[in-house]
């Protein structure tokens, strides 16, 4: 068996077997993540023959204080003691000689997947292995084996994460503004969280009516700080509460918070069972709908393994989720909440008004009828997963999952429920806005006025109001132009050479008050050249060169022609040279080598006389051989060696 592939309890249990062999005496402690890596860690090392001699125990948080008190105190027999990191720092065990150590902890961290906390099993940190390395032979020789490489060691991070740094905070922030602390970055953190993170969470709150625009709580933020939960399950079990439904939105909470219990199969028979028993049964304006009629079907067959399996469902997670519901369940009821089940008519719609209250922030509009590109609030847009069974225009979405694809992000939407425009007006009947919009529509590629209906920034309505205002169309326009997405043909190499060269003399020559063409002043321009359009037909091909010189005045052209020529004269060329400005301020003049033979250094320059010109020296195939800004200079010096690299390659050509 390959011991990296192998489960860490198999390879901590194989650890065990090795170390009792060796004849090491003394308490064995071993780290695992959880409550079920223990177990499974307990049954590998009790079917050991070496293990006849211990007593095998587990010790983590939520044993009874009896059950971690026979773990850590002395007994007759050597004990193996398997624990999660409460053993790493919390408690003090005597006797322990070897710690073997699976390397791996349970760590809250954000999901940005399902925008809550998870914990997630996770390499622990170099630090902490020191740490667990440390409860080895405190009062003796100890030893001390890792269940990891020495490379993977290294490349592991040296200290822990803060969870500040790490978890969703806005069940914290809930709970500082349930206590009037209403200003979090104000508040005295033993480490302060990321700004971002803070602001991430205060916008949560706010799409969940948890707080105020002032940062205030609410009446709804005051119940929702009350339960010991995420706030997105808090808001979802009170809006239950309210629409008689909250046994079905517990197990919904439940089914969310564990291990997808429930996948589309690639197997054709199971995926038959599937449509058959599950879809083509289910409610398809959710897809928790199909996982709930998956669940009672697992728990129809007691969730069994196998019978689970035919219909391509994981017994053991469906099982885990009802375990999780009915701990909502037990802590709404300690709330006051009404949790006996009701036969209503209309139940999916209410469970579905749960999910939007628990979800809005993932509210999404499709682009359009039949594609599963969509528009979401706070500026976002995404695809819905094509697994989804729901087909609505709108819905909210309870998975959001960015993949990037050699570079290509892509934002997919899973776990959708479909929502009603009346639905969002009776829950968040603030969060409606109404106004008319000038805009510039990339599909029509034209500037539209229309007159829309938002949610919270998302359109959900739009309808033609009119021509749009003609100065606005042309800002509009000129910032597609600007951006690179619209195409002036006529703007094109020689309108950029008479930027640089307004622009040079503005830099060289501030006496001539030359004015530049900056980024603004660009905008400017391509304003005056859209100024009566809509459209980008109307725009293309208009003139852009008489414009762009219009910047400046008459007198000020013979500056730009005096001081910053297009072209200069050499006596042995037939055509006139061109210079070449760039944007950083220097000036090049380029020709063959032989062009310069009997030309001046002191005649190569420009903006009345204040810039050198930079020569690049041309080999007769046209390449540069040499760039000097001292033409003198090089004839005396450098020439001598270029000549002898180019006369043998070129002998036909004159070389002085």
């Not at 739009?462 to 600007?482: F, I, M, N």
């Not at 503005?506 to 391509?526: G, K, N, S, T, W």
Request: proline share 5%.
């Amino acid at each position: 068996m390959n011991r990296d592939a192998a489960p860490v309890w198999l390879r901590a249990a194989s650890a065990f077997r090795a170390v009792v062999r060796e004849g090491i005496e003394g308490d064995v402690l071993i780290f695992m993540p959880g409550a079920f890596e223990i177990r499974k860690t307990i049954e590998a090392v009790e079917a050991l023959p070496e293990a006849r001699a211990y007593e095998v125990l587990p010790l983590h948080g939520e044993l009874s204080p009896d059950a971690q008190d026979r773990a850590v105190s002395s007994g007759v027999r050597p004990k193996v003691i398997v624990s999660t990191n409460v053993a790493e720092t919390s408690i003090t065990i005597e006797g322990v000689r070897v710690v073997i150590d699976g390397g791996q902890a349970r760590i809250a961290r954000y999901d940005a997947r399902r925008g809550v906390n998870s914990i997630l099993v996770e390499p622990i940190s170099r630090a902490s292995a020191e740490q667990r390395t440390g409860r080895a032979g405190r009062t003796g020789p100890g030893t001390c084996l890792r269940l990891w490489s020495q490379a993977e060691h290294a490349s592991r991070g040296e200290r822990d994460e803060a969870e500040v740094k790490r978890v969703d905070l806005s069940e914290t922030l809930l709970l500082l503004a349930a206590a009037g602390i209403s200003q979090p970055e104000t508040f005295a953190w033993f480490e302060a969280p990321e700004p971002k993170a803070l602001a991430r969470a205060h916008d949560l709150l706010l799409d969940l009516g948890a707080l105020n625009t002032e940062g205030a709580i609410t009446a709804m933020g005051r119940k929702m700080a009350g339960f010991p939960l995420h706030p997105r399950y808090a808001r979802m079990l009170l809006e239950a509460d309210r629409r008689g439904v909250l046994p079905e939105v517990a197990l919904i909470a439940g089914l969310s918070q564990g291990r997808s219990f429930y996948r589309v199969s690639r197997d054709a028979r199971v995926r038959k069972e599937q449509l058959r028993q599950v879809e083509e049964q289910a409610d398809t304006r959710s897809d928790f709908f199909v996982q709930l009629q998956a669940w009672y079907l697992a728990r129809a067959a007691k969730f069994n393994p196998s019978a689970c399996g035919a219909l391509g469902i994981h017994g053991g997670s469906a099982r885990q989720a009802g375990d999780t519901a009915r701990q909502l369940l037990q802590l709404a009821q300690r709330q006051g909440l009404n949790t006996r089940e009701a036969a209503l008519p209309d139940e999916a719609e209410r469970i579905a008004k749960c999910l939007l209250a628990g979800f809005s922030d993932h509210m999404a509009k499709r682009n359009d009828t039949g594609t599963r590109r969509c528009r979401m609030v706070h500026g976002r847009s995404g695809e819905l997963r094509r697994e989804s069974v729901v087909d609505a225009p709108l819905f909210v979405a309870a998975e959001i999952e960015e993949r990037d694809v050699r570079g290509d992000v892509t934002v997919l939407l899973g776990m959708a429920t479909a929502v009603e425009f009346a639905w969002l007006e009776e829950l968040f009947p603030d969060d409606f806005s109404d106004g008319n919009q000038t805009m510039y529509d990339p599909s029509l590629r034209r500037v539209v006025a229309r007159s829309e209906r938002r949610f919270r920034d998302l359109v959900l309505s739009s309808t033609d109001k009119g021509e749009p205002d003609l100065d606005r169309a042309a800002e509009l326009l000129a910032a597609e132009v600007v951006a690179g997405r619209l195409n002036l043909k006529g703007w094109d190499a020689v309108v950029e050479n008479w930027i640089l060269r307004v622009n040079f003399v503005a830099r060289h020559c501030p006496d001539a008050e030359v004015p530049e063409i900056d980024e603004e002043a660009r905008q400017l321009l391509v304003e005056q050249i859209c100024h009566g359009a809509l459209s980008y037909k109307e725009i293309k091909d208009r003139p852009v060169l008489a414009t762009v010189k219009e910047w400046i005045s008459p007198e000020q052209h013979y500056y730009i022609d005096t001081y910053a020529p297009a072209e200069m004269e050499l006596p042995r060329r037939r055509n006139p040279a061109r210079i070449r400005y760039e944007a950083d301020g220097r000036a090049f003049i380029a020709s063959k080598l032989q062009d310069f033979y009997d030309v001046p250094g002191s005649s190569l320059i420009v903006a009345n006389g204040k810039v050198q010109l930079l020569v690049e020296l041309l080999a007769p195939n046209q390449r540069p051989a040499h760039l000097t800004d001292d033409l003198d200079g090089f004839w005396d010096g450098a020439y001598q060696h270029v000549r002898k690299d180019l006369a043998g390659r070129y002998p036909r050509h004159e070389w002085r």
